[in-house]
């Protein structure tokens, strides 16, 4: 499962912001790519069905998180880049007292993850189709999230590609903005490079303390993927990595 190898085009694209001294252009670099997926039959049923009553779109307002998944003792879980959906879907299912906002941006994904909440009756999971560091900017308020989940991002392999990993420094402090305090985040990868790359940068960030010395041992909630399992038979590795705001 790989959120950064789904959609929106690779080019480095130009952001505007308003400062005190007048318009600065920012350089952003998009970290995904766009890939058109076949979206099955099934699929297809799904994101008309369930998009309505699972989905919500990208605005630039705040969300009210408890109002959207009709509760407000649970906790609210950020999943960022879900793939085909059914990591979240188990996740959801272990754990019926969270809640789950699930960005992705692969429409395939979206409805192959429509297809399993609506097989599985979870109720727990809210899907916001669209780039993540947009939704997070200017959806999520600041201190509202209990968790995040980036499971298996694309690692960019070639050194000048580095560039467009999503784990930078400057994404995990926006990041940290919308924990709360205690609140924690989870990073895993099975490429042992990017798995040190992630931990350094986690560590460098001064709102950030580890859960372990180094890598964490897998938390009970995630589940083990097809594609994860056929990997440990090979003898490939995986890393966690769960950090907590300090």
């Known amino acids: 499962?790989?959120?950064?190898?789904?959609?929106?085009?690779?080019?480095?694209?130009?952001?505007?912001s308003t400062a005190k001294d007048g318009d600065l252009r920012n350089r952003r670099i998009r970290s995904f790519v766009l890939r058109q997926g076949?979206?099955?039959?099934?699929?297809?049923?799904?994101?008309?069905?369930?998009?309505?009553?699972?989905?919500?779109?990208?605005?630039?307002?705040?969300?009210?998180l408890d109002k959207k998944f009709n509760r407000t003792d649970s906790n609210k879980?950020?999943?960022?880049?879900?793939?085909?959906?059914?990591?979240?879907?188990?996740?959801a299912q272990t754990l019926p007292d969270c809640d789950f906002l699930?960005?992705?941006v692969h429409t395939p994904g979206v409805g192959a993850l429509l297809k399993l909440i609506e097989e599985l009756a979870l109720t727990n999971?809210?899907?916001?189709?669209?780039?993540?560091?947009?939704?997070?900017?200017?959806?999520?308020?600041?201190?509202?999230?209990d968790g995040i989940h980036i499971f298996f991002p694309d690692p960019w392999h070639k050194?000048?590609?580095?560039?467009?990993r999503l784990i930078q420094a400057e994404f995990v402090k926006l990041l940290c903005t919308k924990l709360k305090v205690g609140a924690y985040l989870?990073?895993?990868?099975?490429w042992q490079e990017y798995a040190e790359w992630v931990l350094e940068v986690l560590s460098a960030e001064s709102q950030l303390k580890n859960t372990a010395e180094?890598?964490?041992?897998?938390?009970?909630?995630?589940?083990?993927?097809?594609?994860?399992?056929?990997?440990?038979?090979?003898?490939h590795g995986v890393w966690d990595m769960v950090f907590t705001k300090k």
């Not at 499962?1 to 505007?16: A, D």
């Not at 999971?125 to 999230?145: C, F, K, P, T």
């Open 102 to 104: 699930a960005a992705e």
């Open 1 to 16: 499962m790989s959120f950064m190898t789904t959609s929106i085009p690779t080019e480095e694209v130009l952001t505007q």
């Open 214 to 235: 180094t890598y964490a041992e897998k938390p009970s909630y995630r589940p083990l993927t097809k594609f994860e399992n056929r990997g440990i038979k090979l003898g």
């Open 159 to 164: 050194k000048r590609h580095h560039k467009r």
């Open 38 to 64: 076949r979206v099955t039959k099934g699929q297809a049923y799904a994101l008309e069905i369930g998009l309505p009553k699972f989905g919500i779109s990208y605005a630039t307002e705040i969300l009210d």
């Open 77 to 91: 879980i950020l999943e960022i880049g879900f793939g085909m959906g059914e990591t979240t879907a188990k996740i």
């Open 125 to 145: 999971i809210r899907i916001v189709q669209h780039d993540v560091v947009e939704v997070l900017q200017n959806m999520l308020a600041n201190s509202s999230l």
């Open 186 to 190: 989870h990073v895993a990868t099975d």
